[in-house]
């Protein structure tokens, strides 16, 4: 099946209900919403698109509407779509939603969209399950993003496990991740293919798209939960609507999930998985118990094992690496080298993340294999920092690390070491060109990075120093 | 997946949230479901039963609850259950439900579940793996001949509760099932509430009005036959049953006199489906949008493919009438032991329902007849379903079915069975039928309490044909 047929079935049984809220307010009904799928689709085939091509797009603000149709028109053509950084020339077409974009791209504006709702036959929806749907970006362990391929099945099984392990009512649903994001895009399907309504809104306005659109579910990652509780006004929330907030892309720190309870909901759901797997495990936080790093039960249909360094399951209780099988494992990366594949192997997918399933299949998580990190749900490898930061020519040295914010969220911070001290100033401005959101949000100069004696960045060491660093600033602010 | 996986998800992730509920008898929570499920495993483990052994268990009255706990420890164990209809040979053994059991079966009743709530020594059991291990032997609801059975795997009963997912909005429901918890329909609408943290409300027909309003059911699934139990216990004149927000028809077409009824006294909102169990559903909608065209069945489900085929097996234009074939994940491999069977309904992928219709621009599917039940009188050709359309315009008559039985001579002459409100004449549904027909009228028509129908709820015409000829010998004698 095509991931866009549902939203042609709704459209016939539910025609008149509001697909989409925009932020503006304007609601997009079924019937319009699976008639501009089919506009977007004809618009890209006079582009000269055809199925199996791969087109870059990427669905961020400020029109994710635009966005998000036209990944789903380019889907039921058959077109893959793929972040538009993937390197090489691979890529037939790249586009952007907006007035100007980067040189080369088309420019895709409102007029794309249809001006009503059209009567009359409609196109055939081809329906090809192995199909690939997208390429989605993944954080690298290398420092290199990887393009994870997702088959329209696989997409198919990431929303309907999902509607047994997190439930199928439908939903009026607010996403705070990207859109063309793996969680983002089975959000959005989960909410269509149940009838149910999409709101789009600017993170800012969120609390009050929630009271305004009696919203009841509520998609993010711990980053983008922090920023959305600071920017609430203080007399916004709890909102008795909510009666699911969804966290995952990270581990939910304890303050911020105590932050959430008393501001949005009582109803904060955690769940574990990543871009290749999907989430595949989840529970209510009110009911996770006392293990250490308890993150949720794993989902039905899911094969969640910890195994040694020889591949060997480890028995209930035991940490070791995570593996995982199921039908919403993605194929593999995209361009795979060796080294990659060694992720996945004989239908397992191999992790980065170490920890534990009990034999109620509640999983723990005990740590990572690797120095990725996972800033709210934002994963990055230090190496992406560092490299950037090693561009300005008196910076000798520099690592990056992932320190703990007041409420627990982690924040990527750096230690650089420079010819001469550098103003605070310019090293922010040059990181925000650099980097946009995986700027560091402090960097720290030093006369010498600690390693160890092979030579190894101390990362643990810096992240001390750093939260050191943070308790003496908030000392300093305590009135006397 | 094995299909009882979710239900110990869910016994983790809401244990206290009701699971089933049996009147006043039996209310199981999630965390109580799966435990009895395990303890009536623990019961099938001591029976010697392994995985791949095949056992007889139907549902009979007022086992419902017991009934479903065996079915779904079977599962979980990864022995499969056949309908008692499976001939013997092919059993290992018979489940039977009461204080006593006939000889060479194993008798089972509530206290197979009843250590659940206190005996905490007997271990969880072993979650079968394997999902290409048979799940089931489903009767097929073929309305004359032997019966068949389909075998369904755990994968397979996967894929067919998924489609139903998406061809029905709505999350976990109260719904109360009026179909046999061991066909197809009803076994697919239990995992379906089970699936999503739903209720399972047990249809009791005695209670069935004040259940529906004492345990909130939102949703009543039903055949035509449950329905019409149903609205007969609703006085004239009752308005809709509080709370109730969907009733879901399956198994026949819904006749119009019951539908109107059912509209006003149970439920504003009434879909009807269309299905099989080699398939499971194909199509559905609310009975408002099947008035748009006739005999239309409702909107192809979303992962289904359906084509309407000439002689020669090429697919025709959306709109024209043909030989409809079905395709989807849901589609079995074919029928048990039964390789003539299987090679007529199912061929290269595709399953041949024997159905009549056309597949329009809008989705729509327009049944027009069953390719075997065609009714030939002198050479004219018709559709049983048709005649019925017509018949139930007429305002007396609440459901109908025509069919033919042969003379003295021979030759078929046309018969109709009445389910009416108030007596009808004659002349008058001759009259009708004329005005479609040139030429034809009816040689008998009966008036019956109740249409004989199968366990699926589809209509036995050769029942009915039975019935008549019998008529005919003794008006003779």
Redesign the interface.
Known sequence: ?NVT??I???A???PDSAAVIRADGSALSYAFLDHAIDVMGINAQRLGLRAGDLAGLTVTGPDETLGLILLLGLARIGVVTADPALPGDRIRLRFHAGASGPPGSVLVDPGWLPRGVAD???PRIP?D?DAVLRLFESSGTTGQPKFVIVTHMQM?QRV?LR???E????ATRIVCVSLSSALGLVSALRTF???GTLVLSNPADAAAAIAGHGVTSLVTSPLSLRTMLDGMPPDAGPFASLQEVLVGGSALPPRLYRLAVERLSPHIVSTLGSTETNSYAS??VR?LDERPGAVG?V???V?AEAVDEAGVPLPPGTAGRLRIRSPMNATGYFDSDPNRAEQFRDGWFYSSDVGAVWP???LTLNGRMNEVINAGGTKVHPQVIEAALLKLPTVLDAAAFGVPDATGVTRIQAAIVARTHIEDAVLSAFCQRMLGPLAPVGILQMKALPRNESGKILRDRLVDIALELMHTAQDGKRPA | ?NIT??I??LA??MPDTMAVIDGDHLRLTYAQLDRAIDVAAHHVLRLGLRPGDIVALGLVSRSEVPFLVLLLALARLGVTSAEPSLPPEHVRLAFHYGTTAPPGHVRFDESWMAAAFTDAAIAPAPMH?DETALLRLFASSGTTGTPKHIPVSHALM?RRV?SR???Q????RTRMVGLGLGIMPGFISLLMTL???GTLVIFNPASVVADIGRFGVEVLVASTASLKRVVDLRPEGAGPVPGLQLISIGGSRLPAGLRQLALARLCPHIETTLGAAEVARIAC??VEALDTRPGAAG?I???V?VQAIDAEGNPLP?GEEGVLRVRS?CVADGYFADRAATAESFRDGWFYPGDIGAVW???MLSLSGRASEVINIGGDKFDPARIEQVLDRVPQVVESAVFAVPDETGSPELCAALVVSAPVDTAELNAICARYLPRMSFATILEVDALPRNEAGKVQRDRLMALVAALDRADEA
């Open positions: 099946m047929e549902p042609r079935h709704a016939r049984v539910t009359g036959p409609k329906s399950p198919t309907l509607w047994i392990a439930g199928g009512d439908p293919w149940r009838g529970s209510k009911d039960y989902w039905p249909g094969e109620d299949r509640m | 997946m996986a979710p110990r998800y983790r992730h793996g996967a998924y997912f998406l061809s909005g709505g999350g976990p699936w999503q943290g909608a609310r909107f489900s979303p992962d493919e959306e994940p621009p809008d989705g």
